[in-house]
């Protein structure tokens, strides 16, 4: 792997550390100073009579052009400044940002900085190998990013091209990004963990004409085919013409005419790479994720909107000051990774932490470990890696040194009232605020989160509470009424656009506008349900629609259905998410599957649910796997055909008073077989 000079690297993070620090900001920290905005907010200076959080929100709202020009122009550095701050209509589902404006996405995210600072640390590598981490300054990133950006010139990847990136969490896959965004391609990232038919499924509908992956992963002391999972998607994509493999290990792996090596090739290339001027609303990257029917769908961000909403979210929301550690744990993988571990902090010019390993390897004190060691400032998880480390005690947490955290962020699914606490009280030793931010791949960055806010304003233990600058949550009704009073629930949506939701989903528009445009004319809907307190705070209730969110991880159950059907044995399934309810760890939801054998077939129980567990983390991954399988002789149905999944999740939740109207039901026996048989396997 492409490693840096170590000692010019060394005295760096030294001399940085001491020069930037004694800001006035650091003040405010500590809640000395009582909150003015515009030394919160340097662009909001110029807003008239603005003081305090929440008259700087209601500003955002309701100036929401001043708001976003102000920070537009003075956040992000333009070739070309734009001409309109927005030109979006939710009801069409139109959504532009920044139009007539030019800029860089890698220039904003390095140039500038190794301008001002080139010696400060960028990266920070936290390798799978404990206490090995190595540091990459913004200068070393920007070289390796030019060189990258150079090779995939020179191999024919032009403008509006899209490269798919299949590798662990490291340097090269952030230069690979870089380079990307630098040449004015898209990148298509794909999660390591996903199996050979998920990758091939998403570099085809990319129509990728280059990957870039790792010969092999190293995760919790395990290692990862990758290259060999990369060689069994392209078989079936005609559109591959070139596979770079990057060595994180030492390694020989087969290649062919159609593989290089990655670093061999990189240092060919010149350090100097001529930037792409590109409009604002050029594409960036595709993330693909899942939605309710059919295949994940390739969300699209572009550029400026999404990067000055990442930069910003990052900078308020964690309370992110210059010459901090951040550690966002995510994998880049999934658009936390891209906004938080990336896009955020680089374009904030901030120290950021890549990190290749598990919250269990080597022992259960790995994060903690980690934040001693790199004096991490602001640690951002999530909630199922925290439930797993209450299990294992205190002590593992209590063995370092925490005094460098300031605060503690939450990600990717409720967090329990007992994991607030635990992360908040021990890990935090209460001095952290505890921020549990609620957003989502379409969304680009949080959108909902305790912070920022009043320096002493509460924050209450699992919500999300305030929307950030410029979001104004609404709550619908069932019959699509917009929901007015408060402490009351509803589906979750958006009456303004901001400038880091999606654009489009790729190749399919249509799609984009009939889930997230039609259901609620003129706003945007999320697919959550929500609360929203007396106070007029608000609390994600979960997903309304058939997406399943496994530890964080989301999974639409047409996607499992689709891989199940496909068993020999198997006539037709329904996969519901099924709400399991721990003491001590709140509610998480668990993939819960109904089969209908064909007829005539005759399998054991435990072959069947060996077989379908192996298709379906072939197929898609390993999470998606089913944790319950009911066999049933037949699903209930309605007389067209459908099946009504609506009395499967009441049967499985054992609430048979709830079962509703079934005088639509083609046969209501099918029913109480379904419940007998869900009795018989809890
Ligand atoms: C879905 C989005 C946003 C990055 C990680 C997941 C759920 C996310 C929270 C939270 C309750 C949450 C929602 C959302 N979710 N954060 N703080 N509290 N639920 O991104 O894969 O696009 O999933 O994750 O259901 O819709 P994603």
């Not at 102000?70 to 139009?99: H, M, N, T, Y």
């Not at 990190?355 to 080597?362: A, D, H, I, K, L």
């Not at 199922?384 to 605060?407: E, F, M, P």
Request: hydrophobic content about 35%; overall charge neutral; some cysteine.
């Amino acid at each position: 792997m492409w490693l840096p000079c170590r000692c010019a690297t060394k005295y760096v993070v030294a001399s940085f550390r001491r020069g930037v620090s004694a800001s006035f900001l650091h003040v405010l920290r500590r809640g000395r100073s009582s909150w003015n905005s515009a030394a919160f907010m340097p662009e909001s200076a110029g807003f008239e009579g603005v003081s305090g959080r929440d008259a700087l929100h209601d500003y955002s709202v309701s100036h929401g052009e001043s708001f976003w020009d102000a920070v537009a122009r003075q956040r992000l550095s333009w070739i070309r400044p734009f001409d309109a701050v927005q030109d979006c209509d939710l009801s069409q589902g139109r959504i532009k940002w920044f139009e007539g404006g030019k800029l860089n996405v890698s220039v904003n995210c390095l140039d500038r900085h190794v301008h001002t600072c080139p010696e400060r640390v960028a990266l920070i590598w936290e390798r799978d190998e404990q206490g090995s981490e190595v540091r990459y300054t913004y200068r070393e990133l920007l070289e390796m990013t030019c060189r990258l950006g150079n090779l995939l010139r020179r191999h024919g990847v032009k403008k509006g091209d899209c490269v798919t990136i299949y590798m662990p969490t490291c340097p090269l896959a952030v230069a690979s990004m870089l380079a990307c965004a630098r040449i004015g391609a898209a990148h298509n990232v794909v999660f390591a963990g996903f199996s050979s038919e998920a990758l091939a499924e998403r570099i085809r509908d990319a129509q990728s004409s280059t990957v870039i992956t790792v010969n092999q992963g190293v995760r919790g002391g395990k290692i990862t085919e990758l290259k060999r999972t990369v060689d069994a998607a392209v078989q079936s994509c005609p559109t591959v013409r070139q596979v770079f493999v990057a060595m994180r290990t030492e390694k020989r792996v087969e290649m062919t005419d159609r593989d290089f090596t990655l670093e061999e090739e990189m240092l060919k290339e010149d350090v100097v790479c001529e930037p792409a001027a590109m409009d604002s609303e050029d594409v960036l990257f595709l993330l693909y994720t899942s939605g309710s029917t059919g295949k994940p769908k390739g969300l699209v961000h572009t550029q400026a909107g999404y990067l000055l909403y990442a930069a910003l979210t990052h900078r308020y929301v964690f309370g992110y000051h210059d010459g901090d550690v951040f550690g966002c744990v995510a994998d880049i993988g999934w658009i936390t990774g891209h906004s938080y571990t990336v896009y955020g902090p680089l374009a904030n010019g901030g120290t950021t932490v890549l990190f290749e390993s598990t919250p269990v390897y080597p022992d259960p004190g790995r994060y903690w470990d980690m934040v001693e060691r790199l004096r991490i400032n602001q640690f951002y998880g999530a909630p199922t890696a925290i439930r797993l480390l209450i299990k294992y005690g205190d002590q593992w947490v209590k063995k370092y040194d925490r005094s460098s955290l300031t605060t503690l962020g939450s990600v990717g699914e409720p967090i329990n009232t007992e994991a607030w606490e635990w992360y908040n009280r021990v890990v935090g030793e209460g001095r952290c605020p505890v921020v549990d931010t609620w957003w989502q791949t379409e969304t680009g960055g949080i959108c909902i989160a305790p912070k920022p806010s009043e320096p002493d304003a509460e924050i209450v233990p699992g919500m999300a509470m305030r929307p950030f600058f410029g979001i104004k949550p609404v709550l619908m009704d069932t019959e699509g009424k917009l929901l007015t009073s408060n402490n009351t629930s509803g589906a979750l949506c958006m009456a303004l656009p901001w400038p880091g939701m999606a654009r489009t989903i790729h190749n399919n528009h249509q799609r984009f506008l009939e889930t997230y445009f039609q259901p609620y004319p003129g706003y945007f809907f999320t697919g959550d349900g929500a609360y929203r307190s007396q106070e007029g705070y608000y609390q994600i209730t979960g997903r309304l629609d058939d997406v399943i969110n496994v530890s964080g991880h989301r999974i639409g159950t047409a996607e499992i259905e689709d891989v199940l059907n496909q068993c020999s044995a198997v006539a037709e399934s329904a996969v519901i998410g099924y709400s399991h309810n721990i003491k001590g760890q709140g509610k998480y939801q668990r993939v819960y599957a109904f089969v209908v054998l064909k007829k005539g077939v005759d399998i054991q129980e435990a072959d069947l649910s060996k077989q379908l567990n192996s298709m379906v983390s072939e197929k898609i991954a390993k999470y998606a796997c089913p944790d319950f399988i009911q066999l049933a002789k037949r699903l209930p149905k309605t007389r067209s055909g459908k099946i009504m999944r609506r009395v499967l999740r009441k049967v499985v939740d054992c609430d048979l008073d709830g079962l509703g109207d079934l005088s639509t039901l083609d046969d209501p026996a099918a029913v109480q077989e379904i419940i007998e048989g869900h009795e018989k396997l809890s």
